[in-house]
């Protein structure tokens, strides 16, 4: 594998794959955006697939839960919810000065400044371990379900999912250079984005679903119109009882306000990210995508989304 193979790990262009889709050509504050190629039909950057032996032979256990999403659908979000829900009963030291990446580690991750998600999550000393991915389902780990893992998973709609990437590239600087919104939309559209196509992920995860029960799928707009419902689902999914008081400082916590100004879960201790080009907590609505679509793109989107979703039985609701 040519990701970090030589010792200048960040310099990447000087050995691209042959499958580039975008070059690191893009330089800011001194990172390089990086290369995003084809990895097994799916377009990555190196800091996703770096230590894909491990990942791929990652040793899940029968309680774990895995949060499986695209990017940009809702992860932290239920990621807390779900560390509240296991580990928040009793005020500790991880609510205080644990971040959410390190309670719930993303499997995949592995930016060469900061501990690989797969060290982290063979490392986790909870139980249960809470593990994020956003592999699509044909490159997930066997072991998740070989072990019959509870899955969660979350999926968002299209538009509102792009919008929030748009943003998330664009402040993220070692992603590839989203560019301006308008080539950027048509892209995501052709799956040319870091885990591939929007349409791919759902759709896959969906099919996956029929024949593997132990996926919970959830959808953005159902936890933004009610949480309540929504966390009740999760708890019955997951075999939890938790009481009303239980649950009522959960939803407290999990509000967008909450954790927009909770250290812990809206990656400000993060780096990498240029909060004055976007926050991670930015909007967090259903219907933002209305403020970046232009007529034009909403009609080509709209059409190219009933070509892609024409054997789907998946519904989302892009307002709510
Ligand atoms: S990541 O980087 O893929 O893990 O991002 P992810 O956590 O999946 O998605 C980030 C978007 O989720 C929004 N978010 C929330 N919305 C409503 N309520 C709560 N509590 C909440 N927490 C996170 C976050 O604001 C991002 O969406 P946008 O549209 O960009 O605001």
Redesign the pocket.
Known sequence: MFCWSKSKRNSVAEEEPAAVIMSADTKKDGLTRAVLFDFHGVPMTCNYIAKWDQVQNFQAKPDDILIA?Y???????VSYMLDLLYFGQEPSDRETSVPIYDRVPFLEIAFKSMPAGVDLANNLKTTPRII?T?LPIQLLPKSFCEQNCKIVYVGRNAK?NA??YF??DRMTLIQPDPGDWSSYIQRYMDGQVIYGSWYDHVNGWWKKKQAYPNIHYMF?ED??EDTGRELDKLCSFLGLTRSAEQKKKILLG???DQ?KKNNMVNYSKFGLMDFNVST??????VG?WKTHFTVAQNEVFDEHYKTKMKDSTLQFRTDI
């Open positions: 999403t990017p940009k659908a809702g992860t932290t979000w994020k956003h509102d919008v929030s943003h998330m953005y936890l933004v999990v509000q967008f954790m991670f907590m930015r909007k967090g609505k933002d």
